[in-house]
């Protein structure tokens, strides 16, 4: 008794036996072609998953289609189904399955390919692909007969080819670049209006009006060689214009970098250290001094609402605008007042919280001021508590008539001040926990013996500890920290 692998080949060999000569040789076309098409799926899908940083899913759409259409094209041949011990209802459920699905990944494709003004459009022609394939299917389910199934498939498609075909000739082509776009769309109707011609001959064949051999599979093989090329130049065209944003990302962080200071002002009595760590290329937090003198600097922070570009534009603004505060570094509050008339008026979407902190060693004594920015907090050798000081009037860069005012401190060897923007506090869990104000503060209390320089290091440390944040955990907000150690004078 033979066994059923040996029962399939004898049903092969007696398929292929029953074939005549040139039915033979169309049989081996189709299979050749069948496997060419299933080839370019697997490119499609294999350059899509090695390039997928440029998101560009036509060539997933791209390769759904390919794949459909060859397993189509290899379960319509009676060599291929006798290979297999399932029965023609099967193989004509299968495809009829393909059919009434197939055209849903080229009508995802055609709308990712599509411009702004002909989306809308396709929107409807994928909603009615869509409806169409679930009632096929449904309709299938229930028992109506496949051949009448295929006779309204004909009508849909020759429909849908019709509208399309219209729809794209009085539509036309968006303004802008035109060389790039319009020759993607003239690749791709040139071979869509030739597999259209292969369609209408196969559609009028299914419906008897033709006579002959079904060669659609050569118009989709035109076809699929159009729609590869517009698949690969558009992934290839985003990649190049991803590689142009990281590199233009690159020179803004440089030249972000370059405004903010290089090192921090040394005055005797002072120590200062600084922390920037912005959550992506370019940020919106800022820092600068003013140095008066051997005894006397300001200190501006400043959170610019939002991130990227757009902020770090902003803040570069700030620096522009904080330079030319120095006539009267001494007043936090006239800094405050002219930061925010240089900033007024230059924006609409965005505002600026800002600190500034006034340092007089002479007198031992500061200065500070906000506008709308975390309190700076402050422990004291004396005491050997942490205070938090407010002295906040309005944001920057909204109201121009806006007016602040500042507190005076006194401070002694020991004390130590914190300046730092809201990312710090703000940095969350797993569990969406804030790292929150009290753990900075009880932070503060327990270090305060540590350099300035190895506090920031270690406070920081202490957040990324908490939140989590690593290379699968990204940053979510800036985090800027300045911390001032007042010290005995030596010497």
């Not at 003239?186 to 559609?203: D, K, S």
Request: proline share 3%.
């Amino acid at each position: 008794m033979l066994d059923a692998a040996n029962t399939r080949a004898l049903l092969l060999a007696q398929a292929v036996a029953s074939f005549s000569r040139s039915e033979l040789r169309w049989e081996l076309a189709t299979f050749a072609a069948a496997v060419a098409i299933l080839s370019i799926a697997l490119a499609a899908f294999a350059l899509f998953y090695f390039r997928r940083g440029t998101r560009d899913r036509t060539l997933i759409y791209f390769g759904l289609l390919c794949t459909l259409y060859a397993v189509r094209l290899l379960a319509s041949r009676p060599s291929f189904r006798s290979l297999f011990d399932e029965s023609p209802r099967f193989w004509a459920y299968v495809d009829w399955l393909i059919t009434c699905t197939i055209t849903v990944p080229l009508g995802l494709f055609l709308y990712q390919l599509a411009q702004e003004h002909l989306r809308h459009f396709f929107r409807w022609l994928l909603a009615a692909q869509i409806g169409f394939a679930l009632f096929g299917i449904a309709a299938a389910a229930v028992g109506v007969r496949l051949a009448k199934l295929f006779i309204a498939n004909s009508f849909f498609v020759l429909g849908t080819l019709a509208a399309v075909s219209l729809f794209l000739l009085a539509s036309k082509v968006r303004p802008g670049p035109r060389e790039q776009l319009g020759h993607e769309f003239r690749v791709f109707i040139a071979g869509f209006l030739v597999w259209m011609l292969f369609i209408v001959n196969e559609n009028l064949r299914t419906l008897r009006i033709l006579p002959g051999y079904s060669v659609e599979f050569v118009g989709f093989l035109m076809f699929i060689a159009c729609l590869g090329y517009v698949a690969a130049h558009r992934a290839f065209a985003n990649e190049e214009r991803l590689l142009a944003i990281n590199k233009e990302l690159e020179i803004a962080r440089r030249i972000q970098s370059s405004t903010l200071p290089q090192t921090v002002p040394s005055l005797r009595g002072l120590d200062i250290a600084a922390r920037y760590v912005p959550m992506s290329a370019v940020a919106g937090d800022f820092y600068d001094f003013l140095a008066i003198d051997e005894k006397r600097v300001g200190v501006l922070i400043a959170d610019v609402t939002g991130h990227g570009i757009p902020a770090a534009l902003i803040a570069s603004m700030l620096k522009v605008a904080f330079a030319g505060q120095g006539a009267h570094a001494h007043d936090p509050a006239l800094v405050l007042a002219g930061l925010n008339r240089a900033l007024c008026g230059k924006f609409e979407e965005h505002f600026v919280t800002a600190a500034y902190l006034f340092v007089d060693l002479d007198e031992s004594l500061l200065r500070y001021a906000a506008a709308g920015h975390p309190p700076m907090m402050l422990a004291t050798r004396a005491s050997g508590e942490v205070q938090e000081i407010e002295e906040n009037g309005l944001v920057l860069g909204m109201f121009p008539e806006a007016a602040y005012s500042f507190v005076e401190i006194r401070v002694g060897p020991g004390d130590r001040c914190l300046l730092y923007t809201d990312g710090i506090f703000e940095a969350k869990n797993a569990a969406q926990e804030e790292f929150g104000k009290s753990r900075c503060k009880e932070f503060l209390e327990t270090q305060r013996e540590i350099p300035a320089a190895r506090f920031v290091k270690t406070l920081l440390d202490r957040v990324v500890g908490f939140s989590g944040y690593n290379s699968s955990r990204a940053q979510e907000d800036d985090i800027t920290l300045l911390v001032l150690d007042f010290q005995e004078e030596t010497g």
